[in-house]
Every structure is written in C-alpha cells, then in structure tokens.
C-alpha cells in the first residue's frame, strides 16, 4: 500500500529489465510484484543512463519507467494489470514491443521511435494514450484507447498508422508514412494553428468517423485514396482543406472508384 522505487546508485548506470546484461544494474523476475503498491517507479528523476526491458514484464500497479537524459528501449512488451498505468520518460523512447494496459493511460514523454511493428492498447475503457513529442519510425503503429483520447504531442513519421478506437484522437502537427496507410477509425480533431499536411505517398488517408480541422489549413495528399466519413456534415472546420495527389500528373477521381489516379 505504499511507494516501491528501483534504482542504481549512480545516476548514469544503464538498467535492464527482466534480462542479463554484462553491465549496469539487472532488474529481474519483476512479475512476482504483488498487487497493492500505490505506485512503482523504475529509474532515477536525474538519470542519464539507458534503460532496455529485454523480456515480457506485467505491472499490477502504476509504473513510471524513467531516465531523464537517457534512452528507454523496450524490446519485449510491457503489460498494465489491474489499475497499473504506464509512464516512460526519457530523451528517447523506442518501441520494438506492444504496451497494453486495462484501461489505464499510457504515456511516452519526448520523442518516440517506431522501430517495428507496434500496437499501444489501453483496452475498451477510458485509458488515455499521450505521445508528449514527436514519432519517428519505420514500423507501423497501431492505437487502440476504446473510450478514452489519443494526444499526440509533434510531427510523425511512420510506416503506416492506424487508429482503431478513440473517444478523440487530437492531433498538432504532419503526418508522413512510407506509401503506409493512414487510417482513423474514430473521430479526429485538428490542434494548433499552424499549416499541417498528411502525405501518405502511394498509400490511403481514410477517415472513417469525423474530423474537425477547426480553424487550421490541411492538405491532405495522396497518390492513391482520400476517404471521407460517410455521415454528411462530419467534416468540419473555419480555414482552408487541400486534396491532391503527390505526383501532379496523377489522374483524380471525386465520388468514384478508379483504377488509376
């Protein structure tokens, strides 16, 4: 019923979560953790060193995993039972493994990289997922936050990106794939004000439930498929809204289904 906190002594050691490592501090067998504690917290608030969770780790209780000025990398997924949240905080984030929780929030403070094929779930339930920077990557991200908001925090670069559930998925900045689909199966709200553009190369942009560009200008380009919601009136917004392909000779198709263009 109280505070559990794990760390080396000196601020710059690198830890290794449910591994072996030749140096640093070995972290094991963190799965034998009991439900009850009012929080757990891996890593120093003035850490420098690098964090790897190198095998599948559960969390009964809210976990902050941090190295402020250090590097996290998690390579083996990290599961949220019972009310337990996930929080990582460092320079840099880079995801090879899911996190999953039971409708608790996740958050990943600073920049993240997508380093392969990635779902982020926080159930069907209110968990929110909160990205505080920008995304780079790769892989493809798939966000799963049931009735919770999804916030991103900067600009992405993926491979692909899908958004399956989300109460709101509000975003401030571009989107870029790699000839990856983008697809929101929930409703989207534009942040901010500055000029945005989602350039998804040869793949689709898709929205699937609403979006409210507010008062932003948006491009939308593709050489492929732009896809609206088919609800009448669930596009919004008060500044200006561009389509168009990212080749200019590309052929365009409005309302139809064509094989080229």
Known sequence: TNTLTLLPVTDSQNITLN????????????????????????GSTNGSGDINIAGNTTFQ????????????????????????SLTLNSTTTTLNSNLTTNNQNITIGNQTNIGSDIT???????GNISF?????????LILEAGT???????????GSL????????????????NNGNLTFNSAVTLTGTNE?????GTGNISFNNSLDISNKPLTLTSDSAITFPTTANSVTGTNTLTLLPVTDSQNITLNGNSTTG
Not at 68 to 78: D, K, S
Not at 120 to 126: M, V
Not at 148 to 158: A, E, H, K, P, T
């Open 19 to 42: 591994g072996n490592s030749t140096t640093g501090l070995n972290i094991t067998n963190l799965n034998s953790l009991a439900n009850g504690f009012t929080s757990i917290t891996i």
């Open 61 to 84: 209780d809210p976990t902050t995993i941090q190295s402020p000025t250090g590097t996290i990398e998690v390579n083996a997924a990290i599961t949220g039972e019972d009310d337990a």
């Open 120 to 126: 982020i779930s926080t159930d069907t339930g209110i």
């Open 132 to 140: 505080n920077n920008i995304i780079n990557g790769t892989g493809n």
């Open 148 to 158: 919770g908001n999804i916030q991103f925090g900067g600009d992405i670069n993926l």
């Open 162 to 177: 899908t958004v399956n559930s989300s109460t709101n998925t509000q975003i401030p900045g571009n989107i870029t794939t």
């Open 196 to 200: 945005t553009t989602f350039n998804t």
